[in-house]
């Protein structure tokens, strides 16, 4: 309790200090997450143990935890990260009083004896300790619930109300329950052009001085090579 208190002291010191880097909305929870310059996050959102890039911003109602987002991506209301599963074959009963020895609430297995099948109900990104991975420039629709184990590449488009289950290609658009493809952004040499330029990850300046191009493909390909 005393931590938690004392958490919440240094955080809201930190926000008075970072107003402009950092925005947090009114009753939203944020617990160890590494924040990028300039993100936001709404009212009544839960960010906890998650990685968040520069200039991204979370809506009202969202549920992160365990998630890397990269840079310049956009969350709409009542995003949820589906963090865990639960066993639908062979086991006779989905509760994880059944498959986790240690769980809090019922304690019918001994780890010492059990000899059950193991059941992984948390599936984490390869080589990462996050449940979701994000790129950078992803639009999210609202109402969006993505699964535990998901890579969303660069660039996708999440329509609203999705169930997302499995990876998203970059610069992919999809919906659906579950989530299907939708259509390509672009062609595949724009998009092989961008995947090389990966433009969110220059500095503001690059950023500032070439914005005029951003509204049509063509016109960034024509002025700006890769190098």
């Known amino acids: 309790m005393l931590k938690s208190i004392i958490y919440k002291l240094i955080f809201s010191i930190y926000l008075v200090f970072n107003k402009e880097q950092l925005k947090v909305g009114r009753n939203s929870y944020v617990r160890k997450t590494k924040f990028s310059k300039k ?33 310049y991506c956009s969350l709409a209301s009542n995003i949820k990260i589906a ?19 240690e769980h809090p609430l019922v304690k019918w297995l001994n780890p010492n004896i059990y000899s059950g099948v193991p059941f992984q109900d948390m599936k984490f990104v390869e080589e990462t300790d996050y449940v979701v991975v994000v ?5 999210i629709g609202a109402n969006v619930t993505i699964l535990n184990g998901v890579t969303i590449g660069d660039g996708a488009i999440i ?3 999705a169930v997302v289950t499995k ?17 390509k952004r672009f062609s595949d040499t724009e998009i092989n052009y961008l995947n090389i330029l ?8 690059w950023v500032k001085a070439n914005r005029e191009l951003f509204s049509d493909i063509s016109k960034l390909i024509s002025n700006i090579q890769l190098e």
């Open 167 to 183: 990876n998203v290609k970059p610069f992919h658009i999809v919906g659906g329950v579950p989530a299907k493809e939708i259509r």
């Open 159 to 161: 329509a609203a109300g």
């Open 135 to 139: 790129g950078s420039d992803v639009w």
């Open 198 to 205: 990966k433009w969110w990850e220059k500095d503001d300046a």
């Open 83 to 101: 963090s865990g599963e639960h066993p639908t074959k062979t086991y006779v009963s989905t509760h994880p009083g059944f498959y986790l020895p």
């Open 39 to 71: 993100v936001s996050v709404n009212n009544n959102s839960i960010v906890a143990c998650c990685d968040i890039g520069k200039y991204t911003y979370i809506g009202t109602g969202c549920e992160l935890t365990n998630v890397k987002i990269g840079h």
